[in-house]
């Protein structure tokens, strides 16, 4: 979380400001609130979703796993056609010499109406507890059903979803899987078919070496004691789990090459070249990034540097946590928004096609946010449904006495707008609503249409502070349209490339896993301006043909694909 | 002619003299108050004016010589104060001229002359001239590259209790200081007190224009639009413009005020790789590597000219070229990391203490 030339120099002199309490940010000048153009309503309350992530700081270890926070998954368990979520709940620190204890995890089933119930025990998810971070969904045993991976310090879970008596639960099969339960200290991992066999890997990242024996607390003038920079510990090699399509993976480091130099915080898998073969991408922490091309042998490439997307225009590396990918700019190419550390600014990468990538955070007007944010989950999504890709961002200092910024930050959305004929991204947070105006300390976020209504909510965990449900008033009348990708097989289509045309306008989607410890909801969301029906549709499967559905399509419903089959639903 | 006459034209002439002398002396008194004025503020270009027409071309008192000496000296004339000097020392005080030579020596960063200014100041703490040697030595240390001793006699400088223009020369001395060793933070704090105690201060919102052009170029562009008012053709305002407008996203007001630097001085390096980037960004390639290979030209280890060339050619397919440039970086890269050790193993920048800052505890 911090790049550095030369560590000891940078490091120098931190310490003052923190807040506990959400704090109202004062609103530019110029720009008057006007509650009633929100873009986005704080439906926590009374939604039946109180939960908090813990990291166990009042214990005053000043501990680097503090840092990261938890993340949180939306998907539909129950197959209801409603999205649920899933939150991980860290943990806490307890005797001296200090063990590190897990708190439960929550899922909450959707009930409708803004409702959720807390349905963790009552599906066998309360078991094990360890400290928590991340959570990955796919159907990885291609049952029709989604799978729950979940990640943490010293210990992975991998849930199996089963049938049961009220509907469905979860079995854990870590064990069974193949999967070692006591991966060092795992962070985001992610799901996808990297063989075109149709069961998708998993790509586990490490952070790094800490633990109590190699424990370190970093202090300066003005502060006895804080959290040491990853500086500090030396980088952990990232795990991948192929998997053997008999409900069991095999670690495959040496098949790939997997780079060990990254502290890794975040991943993405997505095609990502548009070769049809699904890619990873991984966000590293004062670490370059990796880029992982899916080579034509079924061998991983690593050409992050190669490619123009490990580093920043200056050539420094960053310290790196979030990762969404879009067509922001309707080029129809996959390009890679990373979310880095304070005094650094986030990275667009912008895809030029021929997997060629250029750094486009000036000119995008990314750098326009200046660089007083600790940037950790990130997503792309057309808030506004006016046919281009919006950027929201959770934002929290990792440092308990940050300088020249505070622990708690507000969260930031941009709009993506027209500027002389090209796109560029305007900060708009101060209309988000209560909760854009107001400093938390945020990690994991996911986006998904919690209730059907054609326009993305956002859900934001928080470190010590209870996850916000954020519910996209919709405020002006645009149209969208809304996919689920299908498979008789229950194939990964994860690495799917989704084109529509609506008002002669083509618009893209990457079908991707994975981001800063969270998962999106896997339906495909456009927003189609004034469009009120989509005229052609295009699939190009992962590791499969490319299909085309051409009629109009009715927009502000949901539209079902299924490979190889000419019927929409 | 009458003896009363007489008497009435000596009393003229007298009178005459006297007026005359009175008002010569009293346009110089006027003149040194103004040119001690604008001492006060750091207006030292303004204050010689003043005293080059008060002291002519010979003659003056010591006290004059000595502070248009004084002041040219503090201003970085130090050709003009050596003229002074010599001046002064034809009838002033030979332990003050020595003294005063020994202040421009340490000015100009003579490394050797710092001993005896620091043990003078340490034993005499409350003689009259130790805020001047410490103004020097700030000076002469920040000149040196020494940023251990720019710290430590800006700080005991202050303790002086100087005037407040000369209070937020040492804030922005010392702001520059922290920028240069990255602790960024810190340097925004001293730019910020120094605008606080000299609202106007050119230098100020010079340093802090730079230290917010990437963390919040918004108000970058405020200081750097004030200090571009009170000088319309500083280069490094209208640099700090560009890049602001850059980090804005607004590359066509940022192409603007490059161009009139760049109509000034078709070579100026850094206007140049400012250009290139805003050509990167537009996807205006030939133009870019054109920008940077002109700044190679010049400087063939112009890291940032050699990352925008890379960067360049790997945008257009040139992946051997641009591989091959990210390696000259990594040793450029391995060059600064060697002498940056070496300065800190010199003590010319600050190393780790227990204790203070930097302390990892195991």
């Not at chain 1, 704090?23 to 153009?37: E, F, I, K, M, T």
């Not at chain 1, 959290?227 to 495959?252: E, I, M, W």
């Not at chain 1, 051409?550 to 490979?563: I, K, M, N, Y």
């Not at chain 2, 010569?24 to 006060?40: G, H, M, Q, Y």
Request: charged share 20%; proline share 4%; net charge negative.
């Amino acid at each position: 979380m911090a790049r550095m030339i030369f560590p000891i120099l940078l490091l120098a002199v931190l310490g003052c400001t923190s807040s506990s309490t959400p704090v109202v940010v004062p609103v530019p000048p110029g720009r008057a609130v006007q509650p009633d153009r929100d873009w986005f309503e704080d439906r926590t309350a009374g939604s039946g979703i109180d939960f908090t992530y813990k990291n166990g700081e009042e214990a005053n270890h000043y501990t680097i796993l503090e840092s990261l926070g938890g993340g949180v998954a939306l998907f539909d368990f129950d197959g209801d056609g409603r999205l649920d979520l899933f939150a991980t709940g860290g943990g806490y620190f307890e005797g001296n010499p200090p063990a590190i204890r897990g708190l439960p995890n929550k899922l909450y089933r959707n009930l409708g109406n803004g409702k959720f119930e807390d349905v963790t025990a009552a599906v066998g998810l309360n078991q094990p507890l360890f400290y928590s971070h991340g959570v990955a969904v796919s159907d990885f045993n291609c049952d029709g059903w989604p799978d729950l991976f979940v990640t943490g310090y010293g210990r992975v879970a991998l849930y199996q979803n089963v049938p049961a008596a009220t509907g469905r639960a979860f079995r854990e099969v870590t064990r069974e899987s193949g999967i070692p339960e006591n991966l060092p200290w795992s962070t985001s991992a992610a799901f996808g078919d990297l063989d075109g066999d149709g069961f998708p890997e998993l790509f586990v990242c490490q952070y790094l070496d800490w633990s109590f024996a190699k424990h370190k607390t970093c202090s300066r003038t003005s502060v006895p004691a804080d959290v040491c920079s990853p500086h500090a510990y030396q980088a952990a090699r990232p795990y991948l789990f192929r998997n053997t399509g008999k409900g069991t993976f095999v670690d495959v480091p040496n098949t790939h090459n997997l780079k060990a130099d990254g502290k890794g915080l975040g991943v993405v898998i997505a095609d990502l070249n548009g070769d049809g073969r699904s890619d990873i991408y991984v966000a590293n922490d004062a670490s370059a990034n990796h880029l992982y091309l899916n080579a034509s042998d079924g061998k991983l490439l690593e050409c992050g540097q190669d490619r123009g997307v490990s580093v920043d225009e200056t050539g420094h590396v960053n310290g790196s946590m979030g990762i969404a990918v879009s067509d922001w700019d309707r080029s129809g190419f996959a390009s890679i928004l990373v979310t880095n550390f304070q005094n650094e600014w986030h990275a667009l990468y912008q895809n030029l096609g021929k997997d060629r990538f250029q750094y486009q955070t000036h000119r995008a007007g990314i750098a326009k946010l200046g660089q007083k944010y600790v940037g950790f989950g990130v997503a792309f999504a057309d808030f506004d449904n006016d046919g281009w890709d919006d950027v929201v961002i959770a934002n929290g200092h990792v440092l308990r006495h940050p300088e020249g910024a505070t622990l708690a930050q507000n969260p930031v959305l941009m709009q993506n707008v027209d500027a002389d004929g090209r796109r560029k991204f305007v900060e708009v947070t101060p209309e988000g609503g209560p909760y854009f105006r107001s400093l938390h300390r945020g990690r994991g976020l996911a986006v998904g249409d919690l209730d059907n209504d054609g326009w993305p909510d956002v859900v934001v965990s928080h470190v010590n502070e209870p996850i916000a449900i954020l519910h996209n008033r919709g405020t002006s009348k645009k149209h969208s349209i809304t996919l689920q990708l299908r498979s008789e097989s229950h194939r990964s289509l994860v690495g799917s490339k989704i084109t529509i045309v609506a008002g002669g306008q083509s618009q893209t989607r990457f079908l991707s896993c994975g981001g800063y410890l969270s998962q999106n909801g896997s339906e495909i969301h456009f927003g189609l301006g004034t469009a009120e029906a989509v005229e052609r549709m295009e699939v190009r499967w992962a590791y499969g043909k490319t299909q085309v559905w051409e009629r109009p399509f009715a927009a502000d419903r949901v539209w079902t694909l299924t490979e190889n089959s000419p019927a929409a639903k | 002619m009458s003896q009363t006459h007489r008497w009435i034209i000596v009393a003229s002439v007298v009178i005459l003299g006297g007026i005359g002398y009175y008002f010569a002396f009293a346009r110089e008194s006027k003149s040194i108050a103004l040119a001690k004025d604008a001492v006060a503020v750091r207006d030292f270009p303004k204050a010689i004016e003043l005293l080059k027409s008060t002291l002519g071309e010979s003659g003056g008192n010591t006290g004059t010589l000595l502070f248009a000496a004084r002041t040219a000296r503090r201003g970085d004339q130090f050709g003009l104060a050596d003229q002074y000097l010599r001046r002064y020392s034809t009838s002033g005080d030979a332990e003050i001229f020595a003294i005063e030579r020994i202040l421009a020596g340490i000015q100009r960063g003579e490394l050797s002359q710092f001993m005896g200014g620091l043990r003078f100041c340490e034993k005499n703490p409350t003689h009259p001239e130790v805020p001047y040697v410490l103004e020097a030595m700030s000076q002469g240390y920040l000149k040196a590259g020494h940023i251990v001793g720019t710290l430590d006699s800006t700080e005991r400088w202050l303790a002086t209790g100087p005037t407040a223009a000369d209070q937020a020369q040492a804030h922005v001395w010392r702001g520059s200081c922290f920028r240069s060793i990255g602790n960024l933070d810190t340097a925004r704090t001293e730019a910020r007190t120094a605008l606080e105690l000299a609202p106007g201060f050119l230098d100020a919102h010079v340093l802090l224009g730079d230290l917010l052009t990437s963390s919040d170029p918004d108000m970058a562009l405020v200081h750097w639009q004030t200090a571009s008012a009170q000088k319309p053709n500083l280069r490094e305002a209208k640099l700090g413009i560009a890049r602001c407008y850059r980090n804005l996203g607004e590359t066509k007001q940022a192409f603007e005020q490059l161009k009139s630097l760049l109509d000034a001085d078709a070579y100026d390096t850094l206007a140049l790789i400012e250009r290139a980037k805003l050509y990167l960004d537009s996807k205006a390639y030939d133009e870019a590597i054109r920008d940077a290979q002109k700044v190679l030209a010049f400087d063939t280890k112009s890291r940032i000219a050699i990352t925008i060339l890379a960067q360049a050619y790997q945008a257009t397919g040139r992946e051997p070229e641009a591989l091959l440039l990210r390696k000259q970086v990594q040793e450029i890269e391995e060059a600064l990391f060697k002498r940056i050790t070496e300065k800190v193993a010199a003590g010319l920048l600050p190393a780790p203490q227990k204790g203070t800052d930097l302390t990892v505890h195991e």
